[in-house]
């Protein structure tokens, strides 16, 4: 069974920084794709960032762009997303997904995790 | 970006009703449209890929139709567990981009 396990989450100070991480299991990890997409408490589903398999091609949405790291390590199946200069729109859960294919940064999400909630507040 | 606009934002259907959910692409996306699903506290669910096919394990009374900027996702006879908030995803052009989602909720 495939399965996803954020890590990270909590509040932070506006400005501050923060670094979530993602766990898989359940599949071949470097075969696919990973983003981080975010929903905002009550509000709807915005992708932030993706790294295809080999870390090739990386891209954000452009409010974070600047300020939002995206890695991965494939040793150890896992991905990571670095936050810096925080700020409370970026107040949200913190889902990572899995793209089917591994070398397209646009795709769907096929699997995803519990989330990890990050609140910006002072 | 490709604007995704999802109507009605709220359907009030009776449980073995059928209902019809629709999502706009401000252009064209071919068929590379996504249903999820996504109820309280739980993350979403992937539905429907390619706008027609069914993910692992999603019953049948879930159908996608549609094509370039016009979809549509059916639920022929809703169930109790169907009761949830659903969005639109097209992943044709960058960045991807979702929906803002439809809560069908119990008439």
């Known amino acids: 069974e495939m399965q996803l396990v954020e890590s990270g989450g909590g509040l932070v100070q506006p400005g501050r920084s923060l670094r979530l991480s993602c766990v898989a299991s359940?599949?071949?990890?470097?075969?696919?794709?990973m983003h981080w997409v975010r929903q905002a408490p009550g509000k709807g589903l915005e992708w932030v960032s993706g790294?295809?398999?080999?870390?090739?091609?990386?891209r954000y949405v452009d409010s974070v762009k600047g300020r939002f790291t995206i890695s991965r390590d494939n040793a150890r199946n896992s991905l990571f997303l670095e936050m810096t200069s925080l700020n409370p729109d970026d107040t949200a859960f913190y889902y990572c997904?899995?793209?089917?294919?591994?070398?397209?940064?646009?795709?769907?999400?096929?699997?995803w995790g519990q989330g990890t909630l990050v609140t910006v507040s002072s | 970006e490709t604007v995704m606009t999802q109507s009605p934002a709220t359907l009030s259907v009776s449980p073995g009703e059928r209902a019809i959910l629709s999502c706009r692409a401000s252009?064209?996306?071919?068929?590379?449209l996504a249903w999820y699903q996504q109820k309280p506290g739980q993350a979403p669910r992937l539905l429907i890929y390619?706008?027609?096919s069914r993910a692992t394990d999603i019953p049948a009374r879930f159908s996608g139709s549609g094509s370039g900027t016009e979809f549509t996702l059916t639920i022929s006879s809703l169930q109790s567990e169907d009761f949830a908030v659903y969005y639109c995803?097209?992943?044709?052009?960058?960045?991807?981009?979702f929906g803002q989602g439809t809560k069908v909720e119990i008439k």
């Open positions: 997904a899995k793209g089917f294919r591994g070398s397209l940064i646009t795709d769907r999400f096929d699997s």
């Open positions: 359940g599949f071949t990890f470097d075969d696919h794709a």
């Open positions: 790294v295809t398999w080999n870390s090739e091609d990386i």
């Open positions: 252009q064209s996306i071919s068929s590379d």
């Open positions: 390619g706008t027609s």
């Open positions: 995803q097209q992943y044709h052009n960058w960045p991807q981009t």
